[in-house]
């Protein structure tokens, strides 16, 4: 081994010895407090980018941080393996998306190990693994046992050419066309599995405010899930004689076809008065029935148009506004005012009931849209000091103001505190039998439904005799088979596998189907922290309803998650499918907590080098394993970390890496050369002592404080100030002290959790050294088995500290006082100080700020 800093040689022997060793083996540790690290797992996609290295290294450092501060940590790692990405693969070279998705495993393994980062590689998952994907299985039954999984016709996107459907990502372009043949995306209802997650739509918003999560990860959860309160209101069809039958000859057909109310929540009833017409998504069930035959035409092509846009299209707010009267009527409830009914692909059946009651004197896109088309508008809130004149209005009045043409709310102030015309209206509603109190959520249940074949089945068979029944425990996992052949069209195999598709019934034996669809692969990562507690559990074993999917005593040691880390874009959707997840398993006794992960931390993005995302196509993709082929893993790790506070990211900048690399270099320096011998033997003055120990308790406060907050760029600073200590020192009497040996070992302890290969080296050395000092332990143990260092606030006190004194703010002198001077002695110095800046003038205030300024106003 050489003397130099040679990352190349020292990383790969520090892996193998950590490995071999058991240096991260995770035990269970009762007499230690437990600290579950996790970090979200990769998809396995064949290599290893830039970004995944942003989100891992920072993570590991700070769960090496936490095992230095002695707490027992856990920190797993595994690959959420399903997905579109395999069965793409597998289309386009002919190879099962098993085998795509293994060899991508094994090489990232090796990938992720070249991080040197504290993985407990034993408890790995592995979420196409069948024993992983039975309890997915598992969990499913479980929930369908207890209503929260169901069966319902449900919109998906449909390609008519390659007639399947399609994942979001594979709905391209503003006209959304299908990826791989370029025809017209439409919508089209299907039988589709869900799991009700809106049974916890108020737990998962009450409960934010227990959970130590960012800010705007809260808030995009709180409007995901959108709780408004306000009213429900039945507004009843008029029949026109178009639905008038004896009711002696009713069937149950013909009653089930005729209208008798279309039902709309509002947040604000009060202006119920100023409904002047009705609008239904063009997907409400209603539109068919409530059209009549002379608008038929303009209705159904309508209605395709819509189904070829997304929400976000539909709703955006400079859309010019679109519709057809459907030839339908409604009775307004609170005035008996016929009403036309229109649909408009503004309105959709992911909001409220599908359905408004418009307001164009008082909503803007209603006010739009009547304008467009002509339909009458009434004013029923004026604005202070103001009477609007509705055919003369040119936008709609959305604020505050007085009820008016409101029937018996009439003079009532607009609001919806107590008192106001909201909740006057509901009162009034509720009083009459025509409304009622109700809360709406934006939160939709999730549709877990997938025609694909790369995920875990979903384990339901249909038979003709029986029904719906759910495939038996102790016949689970359903397998994917090996041998499905992949469509070019994209078409799921399964449909078309025999030998997967037909099956006796459980329940009577007779010929039966499977279902077909596979699991959202969000189903598997929704649980993944807890299979990682004992992964390999009842493998190859036939499990039971009342079986537990992990070791039940380790489940109790480590849950629930104590630190999560990863990115902001799964706020909605992965952040929040794993916090339902977790309820519903406690509401089923699985679990005996409320939320998966205590803390989360949010990394940025490391940008380009152009400070652009990046992408091939862009060509300003950084192959990390080129950097550490060049650099070493502890610059790369210590770069990514330095470029800016984590939470925020940052562009990649190539010649900046390589200050990284000499500050390693200069602390390599530090280490292994040896003082002069001359030096050793000089004393060194009681102020240098005292100088040199004081930088470094500030250096271990601050390096502490930055790592327990995830500030690694800050704390890396504070490393090399630290370094320039300590090679100043060499050329002084400090050098070779007792003081001077505990500021080197200081110094790797807190460079460990970052660079942990070059740590460890040095640490080895420090202590295989012929200089002995106090301390010195000889074979030195890892250094990742040290206590992380103590700082004392006493000695990292400054000895004198300035403070400027200032006149009228501008500064006139510096005072050099003891740290924690008393105000009334600091305001004494500093007028004493300033006498002849404020002779002969008033002095009118005194504002002390301790240890730093004095500020005298005078005039």
């Known amino acids: 081994m050489s003397n130099r800093y040679a990352p190349a040689e020292i990383e790969p022997k520090w892996q193998r010895a950590w490995e071999e060793a058991g240096l991260y083996k995770t035990v269970e540790d009762p007499a230690r407090p437990k600290w ?47 997905g579109l990405p395999a069965e793409n693969a597998a289309i386009k070279n002919n190879v099962h998306p098993n085998k795509w998705t293994y060899a991508n495993i094994e090489r990232m393994r090796a990938q992720l190990r070249r991080m040197g980062a504290m993985w407990s590689w034993e408890h790995e998952a592995i979420s ?36 399947t459907t399609l994942a979001r990502e594979q709905v391209w372009g503003e006209d959304r066309h299908c990826e791989r043949c370029g025809t017209p995306v439409i919508k089209k209802p299907l039988n589709q599995w869900k799991f009700r997650i809106t049974n916890y739509a108020d737990e998962l918003l009450d409960k934010l405010a227990e959970i130590e999560w960012p800010e705007r990860v809260k808030t995009m959860q709180t409007n995901w899930i959108g709780r408004s309160e306000g009213a429900e209101v039945d507004f009843p069809v008029a029949d026109d004689g178009r639905w008038t039958i004896d009711d002696r000859d009713a069937t149950p057909s013909s009653i089930v076809h005729r209208p008798s109310s279309i039902r709309i929540f509002t947040t604000r009833p009060d202006t119920l008065w100023g409904a002047t017409f009705m609008v239904l998504a063009p997907e409400h069930p209603l539109v068919d029935t409530v059209t009549t035959d002379e608008h038929r035409a303009q209705v159904d092509a309508y209605k395709a148009q819509a189904a070829r846009l997304d929400e976000i299209q539909r709703s955006a707010a400079d859309k010019e506004k679109t519709g057809v009267f459907t030839g339908g009527y409604a009775i307004n409830p609170v005035n008996d005012e016929r009403i036309p009914i229109w649909i408009a692909d503004y309105v959709m059946m992911g909001y409220g009931t599908g359905a408004i009651m418009a307001v164009p004197g008082h909503d803007q896109r209603d006010f739009e849209f009547a304008r467009k088309f002509g339909l009458p508008v009434q004013v029923v809130v004026q604005p202070p000091g103001q009477e609007l004149d509705a055919d003369a209005m040119t936008a709609a009045w959305p604020d505050e103001g007085v009820m008016v043409n409101s029937g018996p709310i009439n003079g009532a102030p607009a ?55 759910p495939v038996p425990y102790e016949d689970l996992p359903v397998r994917l088979p090996d041998d499905a052949e992949f469509k070019p069209t994209g078409e799921s195999p399964l449909r078309y596998h025999e030998g997967f598709r037909f099956v006796q019934c459980p329940q009577c034996g007779g010929d039966a189907e499977r279902e077909t669809d596979t699991m ?53 959707m992965h952040l929040l499918y794993t916090r339902f997840f977790t309820k519903a398993l406690r509401d089923l006794g699985i679990v005996h907590f409320d939320e998966p992960m205590l803390r989360l931390f949010n990394q940025g993005m490391v940008l380009g080098p152009d400070g652009e995302k990046m ?61 002069d011998s001359h030096q050793m033997m000089a004393t060194p003055t009681s102020e240098e002592l005292r100088a040199f120990e004081r930088k470094l308790h500030q250096t271990i406060l601050k390096v502490t404080e930055d790592m327990q907050n995830f500030r690694f760029n800050t704390a890396i600073a504070a490393l090399m ?98 740290p924690g001077t008393a105000q009334d002695t600091l305001q004494e110095q500093a007028l004493a100080a300033v006498q002849k800046w404020v002779e002969g003038k008033p002095i009118r205030r005194v504002i002390v700020v301790p240890d730093k300024l004095v500020n005298v106003v005078v005039g």
């Not at 994907?133 to 449909?158: C, H, I, M, N, T």
């Not at 009459?432 to 979903?458: C, E, F, H, V």
Request: contains cysteine.
């Open 128 to 163: 196409c693994d069948p024993d992983y994907y039975k309890w997915s299985q598992w969990f499913f039954l479980r929930f369908y046992e207890a209503g929260l999984a169901y069966r319902e016709y449900a919109p998906v996107d449909w390609c008519p050419n390659c007639n």
């Open 36 to 82: 579950y690290a996790l970090t979200m797992l990769p998809y396995p996609s064949g290599d290893l980018h830039t970004g995944h290295w942003y989100a891992y290294t920072p993570s590991d450092a700070a769960a090496r941080f936490r095992r230095m501060n002695g707490y027992n940590v856990f920190f797993p790692m595994g690959f959420d393996a399903f």
């Open 415 to 469: 609001g919806k505190g107590p008192g106001e015309s909201v909740q006057v209206t509901i009162e009034w509603l509720e009083e009459t039998g025509k409304g009622r109190r109700a809360k709406n959520y934006r939160l939709r249940d999730w549709l877990i439904s997938r025609q694909r074949m790369w995920g875990a089945p979903i384990p339901m068979i249909y038979c003709e005799q029986c029904g719906t029944v």
């Open 520 to 572: 959202d692969t969000f189903m598997c990562s929704s649980w993944y922290q807890y299979a990682y507690i004992t992964p390999h559990h009842k493998a190859g074993e036939p499990i039971h309803r009342d079986d537990m999917p992990w070791d039940p005593a380790k489940g109790e040691y480590w849950l629930p998650v104590d630190q999560y880390t990863g990115g902001i874009e799964h706020a909605t």
């Open 721 to 818: 100030e630290m370094n320039n200590v300590l090679f100043k020192a060499k050329d002084s009497a400090v050098v070779g002290t007792n003081l001077w040996y505990e500021a080197l070992a200081t110094q790797l302890k807190l460079m460990a959790p970052i660079f942990p290969h070059i740590s460890e080296e040095l640490w080895h050395r420090l202590h295989s050294s012929t200089v002995t000092f106090e301390g010195a332990q000889t074979p030195a143990p890892s250094v990742h088995l040290q206590s992380w260092p103590q700082g004392n606030p006493e000695k990292a006190k400054e000895d004198e500290l300035e403070v400027v004194v200032q006149i009228n703010g501008k500064i006139r002198e510096r005072l050099l006082v003891t």
């Open 615 to 675: 992408s091939k196509s862009r060509g300003n993709v950084v192959n990390p394993d080129e950097m550490v082929a060049k650099h070493g893993a502890d610059t790369v790790r210590g770069y990514l970390m330095f470029i800016g506070p984590w939470d925020q990211g940052g562009p990649w900048d190539p010649s900046a890496i390589g200050g990284i690399h000499r500050f390693l270099g200069r602390v390599w320096g530090a280490v292994t050369d040896v003082p």
